[in-house]
């Protein structure tokens, strides 16, 4: 087992920090003693009934893979056996996984259109060097954010998948409780012929690419049952979830995209990488032209200090001035009447005892959030000039009304949505009624249903 922690490896890397463990593997940052370069080091143990010729013979790809120079693949330098285990040197690690992104950040359309053209530019570099059958996990793809002169920031995107999986397969190693293990066959990111022990293909690559970028847009994956048995149903006989039901302006081209990269067919998949990333950037070109009819959600600021979970709402010294109120949402040139019957419900703003203002909600799925000018990005709901301190998130909370009845989610924000005092759960959508409080990180708003019984203004204590 790979317990032991030998300094030197290979007569070449010095261990540096363990990044993981996890029984016969492990993973550590390494210095090369020959040129003082860190790298990247996996060392996996194995059985010592296998003979070391034998084991040899299980790393020949990585000739092919060490050959291999792109931006969007991890780099393979060397390899080696020493006693019972196995080394293999790599690029140093760098960024966060792509996991990480999906669990802390909003990634809206044209964001995750740009993280799924790179994986795919990575997917199509390994497909040229004759690898197929890759592990796409979120956790083994890795977003490297940088700071562009001249665009601003930018993602790069690595497929860090060395054949991990496959090795530990191939040295007789058993399936693992966990799906988290990295040598664990996961079946919410499987294809269906491989969930059938059907042969693998590069279509089987570019369905699990599909399931990545479904995930990225609407949040969750296609295909999650119960457990691992009946995802792995769903992922062969289920039907395609809309992505409307997720993500109200989702465009439709996205969504004929994304059935033929999840079709059950192999055939009926794209042909391969480049034609997958031509209909990716036709998508995204058809966003750049319309982006008032279809919004995306960017980056989240850093944390601003002192907003937490339980947050405070502003005092009257960073309150906006009345003019701001009265020009909040006000789009610059002529802008089209909206008569009282066509707005669903209103957010009013309170303030020593008063209404100072209404933000209608128009339509019957609507987002909460702040403007990005630098992005070109407003939300249905513009907070902006009622949050100076920045809490609210770009894409913030969705509110929707169906039939009778009106919805509210929070969407990752980072400040969180209240209702009331409850705080919401992400992606969970609770019952909002009228003369609910709503906070969207410090802004606080109350729910207004026109037509029902009026809702007297509240003086707050702290207001008095």
């Known amino acids: 087992m790979v317990s032991r922690d030998n300094r030197t490896v290979g007569g070449v890397y010095r261990l540096g920090q363990l990044v993981q463990k996890n029984g016969v593997y492990a993973f550590y940052t390494a210095y090369n003693r020959n040129n003082n370069d860190v790298v990247g080091l996996w060392i996996v143990d194995f059985p010592p ?48 996984t792509l996991r990480y992104v999906m669990d802390n950040e909003n990634v809206g359309i044209e964001r995750s259109l740009s993280l799924a053209q790179q994986m795919v530019m990575g997917i199509k570099a390994l497909h040229e060097r004759g690898f197929v059958g890759l592990d796409l996990r979120p956790r083994l793809v890795t977003v490297d954010s940088m700071e562009v002169e001249t665009i601003g920031i930018e993602d790069r995107v690595q497929l860090d998948d060395i054949g991990l999986r496959g090795l530990l397969k191939a040295l007789g190693y058993g399936e693992p409780t966990s799906v988290e293990d990295l040598g664990a066959f996961d079946t919410r990111y499987a294809s269906p012929e491989q969930i059938a022990g059907q042969p693998i293909t590069v279509a089987s690559d570019l369905y699990q690419a599909g399931l990545v970028l479904f995930e990225l847009i609407a949040g969750r994956l296609p295909f999650v049952g119960q457990n691992m048995a009946e995802t792995g149903i769903l992922q062969t006989t289920g039907s395609i979830p ?10 439709a081209m ?81 802008m089209s009447v909206v008569s009282a019957s066509e707005v669903y419900a209103n957010l009013r703003y309170e303030r020593d005892g008063k209404v100072l203002l209404r933000l209608p909600i128009r339509q019957k799925n609507v987002i909460v959030g702040r403007r990005d000018p630098k992005r070109g990005f407003t939300p249905d709901i513009d907070l902006t000039r009622l949050d100076p301190q920045m809490t609210v998130s770009r894409q913030h909370a969705r509110i929707r009304f169906e039939e009778t009845f009106f919805y509210i989610e929070d969407l990752k924000s980072r400040n969180k949505t209240r209702l009331g005092e409850l705080t919401l759960a992400p992606l969970k959508a609770e019952l909002v009624q009228h003369g609910d409080w709503i906070c969207f990180g ?23």
């Open 49 to 96: 009934q296998m003979q070391p010729q034998a084991v040899q013979s299980l790393l020949q790809p990585l000739a092919s893979r060490r050959a291999l120079e792109s931006p969007h693949v991890l780099r393979v330098y060397d390899w080696g056996i020493e006693g019972n285990r196995i080394y293999i040197a790599t690029d140093p690690p760098r960024g966060m």
């Open 242 to 251: 809309r992505l409307r039901q997720y993500v109200h302006n989702a465009p």
């Open 254 to 334: 996205l969504q004929d995209v994304l059935n033929y990269m999840l079709a059950k067919d192999p055939a009926r998949r794209f042909s391969n990488a480049t034609a997958l990333l031509n209909a990716l950037q036709n998508v995204k070109a058809q966003i750049q032209v319309n982006p008032v009819e279809i919004q995306n959600t960017i980056l989240e600021p850093k944390q601003i200090g002192g907003f937490t979970r339980e947050m405070k709402t502003f005092d009257s010294r960073v309150l906006p001035n009345e003019e701001a109120l009265k020009n909040l949402g006000q789009p610059s040139g002529a």
């Open 442 to 464: 410090s802004v606080r708003l109350r729910f207004e249903i026109p037509g029902m019984s009026a809702l007297k203004p509240e003086k707050r204590e702290e207001e008095q």
